[in-house]
């Protein structure tokens, strides 16, 4: 039996995300605080519905993508958050990255009412949403991630069980802070480059054959070359992914130097008015501090 989806947050990833579902042939309800955001889904067959609670009776599997830790708490226990219309045997799937310890708390409440729940945040960005090749990391019960299995394999192609719940979250945050660090290394990399001289283009194209490569290099290196700002993944959700980072670095009383000057990076870039520019503007704050630009 095809199950019913829900899709909660119908925005930069959530809508082609929920498209492929779509084209995949389950059947989607879909709900979203800025309804315009989820007309493009309801034109190719999406039901829509008018608040998160009716998303939860519709619906066997709900999938939540936002922005942060308080929006999944909002729309999973807040009035007429999911809760109120989730039923024993439903599956709650958290695709936003969030604080792992929140995601906890979440997933026991919801046990409480026979409802299981999984932590899947995603990498990738929008190309990978359109394109269904996400990366997803998965944290909760083998039994859950087997039932929604295939739901991912349509959105994603690197689909890790990472552990139990809240697993997936740590990953995320793994992954955001590898990103961070990435980024501003492309950045200062390519910079320098210019600085001395040497055309940033060719350097790039030398170190993708070697052991400086990297997926960032090679995409984001790209975008800062043709000065391509546009979102893929915007600056104020990378501060809002690193203040986590730091949050889980503090608890833990970790000394992770790299990752503290990658996140003031990106929060001087937010701070500058770059947040709904793309991550890989934080080159621009480099820029200005040496006075050399790839333009």
């Known amino acids: 039996m095809t199950e019913k989806v829900g899709l909660i947050g119908p925005g930069l990833m959530g809508q082609p995300m929920g498209s492929n579902l779509l084209k995949a042939g389950y059947p989607l309800w879909v709900y979203s605080r800025t309804p315009e955001r989820a007309q493009p889904l309801a034109d190719e067959g999406a039901t829509v519905c008018a608040s998160p609670k009716e998303v939860a009776e519709k619906a066997d599997i709900i999938i939540t993508i936002v922005s942060d830790t308080p929006d999944v708490e909002t729309v999973v226990l807040g009035d007429d958050g ?50 269904g090749t996400l990366s997803i990391m998965v944290g909760g019960k083998d039994a859950v991630f087997e039932r929604v299995k295939p739901l991912f394999e349509v959105m994603g192609k690197n689909i890790v069980h990472v552990g139990d719940i809240g697993a997936g979250q ?116 480099i820029e200005k501090k040496n006075d050399v630009s790839l333009a």
Request: a negative charge; one cysteine or more.
């Open 82 to 131: 999911l809760i109120h219309g989730l039923s024993e045997g439903k599956v709650v799937v958290d695709m936003s990255t969030i604080s792992a310890s929140a995601t906890r708390k979440i997933a026991a409440t919801l046990a409480e009412r026979g409802v299981e729940m999984l932590d899947a945040p995603v990498s990738g960005g929008d190309i990978g949403a359109k394109a």
């Open 170 to 285: 740590v990953a995320k945050t793994c992954n955001q802070m590898l990103v961070a660090q990435h980024v501003n290394a492309a950045a200062e990399a390519l910079l320098l480059a210019k600085k001395c001289g040497a055309d940033p283009r060719k350097v790039r194209e030398a170190l993708l054959g070697g052991f400086a490569a990297s997926r960032v290099l090679e995409v984001h290196g790209m975008r800062m070359l043709d000065r391509d700002f546009e979102p893929g993944f915007k600056a104020k959700l990378h501060k809002k992914d690193m203040r986590i980072a730091m949050e889980i670095i503090d608890e833990l009383n970790m000394d992770l130097p790299a990752t503290k000057l990658a996140t003031e990076g990106i929060n001087r870039a937010v701070e500058e008015g770059l947040g709904e520019a793309d991550t890989t503007s934080v080159i621009q704050i």
